[in-house]
């Protein structure tokens, strides 16, 4: 079908336009207008901006902690219709998580923490949410075969094998470390664990531990930077973990997840400020780092993470008062709900401290727009961030609301920088395409994949952006004015590094020894998903 997207806005920042213009689609493609052809579709979209398909590179959609959540907080769900399993319907349910994706123009969406014994579960989950693509990163980091290579002093090639056939038995997109070193030292009883602390037992620092990572994903050419949660998350002081976090990365390419975590200061009467200024500046001289924000807004979430030290120190602090702690091969997990409070001094200074690293780190290719999903607040907060970075006038009546001896330990008052729908689209699609080696998104030139989004401008940003006009997926309209009008199934997208298949000898005698079981027994074979062609690789740069 030939599909003519006529005389709207296309915004599309990898291939420098912004201009008014038609746009063809036709067989899933992006294609040049045809000569002496007429649609079989069209739709008028004057008036109206075209952006490619979002494209989210942080958010957590499925595996073991995401259920675990959906366990811990019943309350959250709506009753399961007769015949259905018990979370079918559950707000967060992975077919709401496509649809509500979809309906704000996402097309694309990255589970960024899946341990590998639980790859296969993930990806039946992901293969259950409908519309979107859909992507993992693999956890590294805190295991005992990875840990034991580098307390034996194997070499960068072995670590590289293991990283490469992890990442092919699990599927994932790239490699995310959590804390390296800190839960394991969480088994000994440590209840702090810096970047320069050493593992118990293995005698490794975490230092050691994210740079035979970072070597291994470079030595690979796998795409994505080697994705980091830092040590030290949501600890007074804790700016200078991640600032020399981004000095050891020695000039090679890094990515630090949910940087508003890291961005604390201990200065004032409540020994907790922001310190987004200078983590900012440190950003803004690191051309080989990216970061994505994981921006807190203020209402009821649950916080999920493998950084099971962080985790158990923030129990005391759920709210409602319940939580999960587990212990497990590698990073175990804790699920601690937490409701961010307008009038709470410390929540205020998490909601300005991540505003101020959108706004002050200059280039929008390496800052990604994330909430850290569901911890900083759940993606349907998206719209509303927006709205807060694209208007200083509503930075500023938000900013009336909350306690103001939070903003006096905060930039975010003197900035005067707005997001344009440009910066936007980089941060939201172009430079996601380019931070995970995607060719065929992100953008609207001839030959990329048809994920478009078409949106009604509106003086109320988060309205114009929680509703998209029109939402193409390969070409299929699946939503029409915010409502999805078509259901599909897209792909996950891997990566498959090649590598020395010695080492898969020596993971077989491994799980043997210690498991009792068959290493392949945790891949992710395709013909157990419950679609044909599950996956589409992405290639590792030659």
């Not at 800190?182 to 209840?191: D, E, M």
């Not at 020399?244 to 890291?262: N, V």
């Not at 921006?295 to 005391?316: A, E, K, P």
């Not at 307008?342 to 690293?357: I, M, R, T, Y």
Request: hydrophobic share 45%; with cysteine; charged share 20%.
């Amino acid at each position: 079908m030939l599909i003519l997207l006529k005389g709207g806005r296309l915004i599309d920042p990898l291939n420098a336009r912004d201009e008014i213009a038609d746009l063809w689609i036709e067989d899933g493609r992006i294609v040049a207008p045809p000569q002496g052809r007429q649609p079989d579709q069209t739709h008028d979209v004057a008036g109206k901006i075209v952006m490619a398909g979002a494209i989210d590179i942080h958010s957590h959609i499925a595996g073991g902690n995401v259920n675990t959540a959906r366990l811990l907080l019943p309350e959250l769900h709506r009753t399961a219709r007769p015949g259905e399993l018990s979370l079918a319907t559950a707000k967060w349910s992975t077919f709401e998580t496509g649809n509500i994706y979809a309906a704000m123009g996402f097309t694309t969406v990255v589970e960024p923490a899946v341990a590998p014994h639980q790859a296969l579960q993930a990806h039946l989950e992901l293969s259950d949410i409908p519309i979107i693509d859909k992507a993992t990163l693999t956890v590294l980091g805190n295991d005992d075969f990875l840990l034991s290579l580098l307390r034996d002093g194997e070499g960068p090639a072995a670590i590289a094998d293991y990283v490469a056939a992890t990442l092919a038995a699990s599927n994932g997109l790239g490699l995310k470390c959590i804390n390296a070193g800190g839960a394991t030292a969480f088994k000994y009883n440590a209840r702090t664990f810096g970047l320069d602390d050493v593992v118990p037992f293995y005698d490794v620092a975490s230092r050691k531990i994210l740079e035979a990572l970072q070597r291994a994903i470079q030595d690979l050419k796998v795409p994505h930077p080697l994705h980091v949660h830092c040590n030290n998350l949501g600890v007074p002081g804790n700016v200078s973990t991640a600032i020399a976090t981004i000095e050891a990365a020695r000039g090679l390419p890094l990515h630090l997840a949910h940087l508003q975590f890291y961005g604390y200061g201990d200065e004032g009467d409540h020994g907790f400020s922001s310190a987004a200024a200078a983590l900012a500046a440190a950003v803004n001289a690191a051309p080989n780092v990216s970061v994505d924000v994981g921006q807190v807004m203020f209402q009821q979430t649950v916080t999920i993470s493998s950084d099971v030290l962080r985790q158990f120190n923030g129990v005391s602090s759920a709210k409602p008062r319940k939580s999960v702690i587990y212990d497990g091969d590698a990073n175990g997990g804790g699920i601690v709900p937490y409701l961010y409070r307008e009038s709470d001094f410390v929540n205020a200074v998490q909601w300005a401290c991540g505003l101020e690293l959108f706004l002050l780190i200059n280039d929008p290719w390496r800052v990604f727009f994330t909430t850290d999903h569901p911890n900083g607040a759940p993606f349907t907060a998206y719209p509303d961030v927006f709205a807060l970075l694209m208007s200083r006038e509503a930075r500023a009546e938000a900013a009336a609301r909350v306690p103001q001896d939070a903003l006096a330990h905060s930039t975010l008052p003197s900035i005067a920088r707005e997001y344009n729908l440009n910066e936007i689209a980089i941060m939201t699609r172009a430079a996601p395409a380019k931070l995970f080696g995607f060719k065929d998104r992100g953008h609207l030139g001839e030959g990329g994949i048809a994920d478009v989004a078409v949106y009604s401008p509106d003086k109320d940003i988060a309205k114009m952006f929680r509703a998209a006009h029109l939402v193409f997926k390969d070409g299929d309209l699946v939503v029409r004015d915010g409502r999805v009008a078509h259901y599909r199934w897209g792909k996950a997208l891997k990566v498959n590094p090649g590598y020395d298949k010695a080492i898969d000898r020596r993971l077989a005698g491994y799980y043997e020894r210690h498991f009792g079981v068959s290493h392949n027994m945790f891949a992710v074979p395709e013909h157990i998903l419950p679609h044909s062609d599950p996956f589409q690789e992405v290639a590792c740069a030659q």
